[in-house]
């Protein structure tokens, strides 16, 4: 997917190479709706998994299918054991 695709869904922002880290919290505590970059996204599902949170809650929260949130909760496990891409 191209990042012209990514960014014209309502949820989603272009990547800027700068995380927002008061919308990433809103997102993650699921306060209210907030569109985030790919990154933010990502770091909000992390936040959301290290507070007990599930791939529904992610998907939930951050406004993705449940798909999408368990490709972000394997990207982040992966991270976390520390493999190598």
Sequence with gaps: MTTTAIASWPWTLPEDGILD???????ARGIRPVALT???RLTAAARILARGGTPALIARRLHVSGTTALILTARIQHRRTGAVR
């Design 21 to 27: 880290p008061i919308a990433i919290e809103l997102a």
């Design 38 to 40: 790919p990154a933010e």
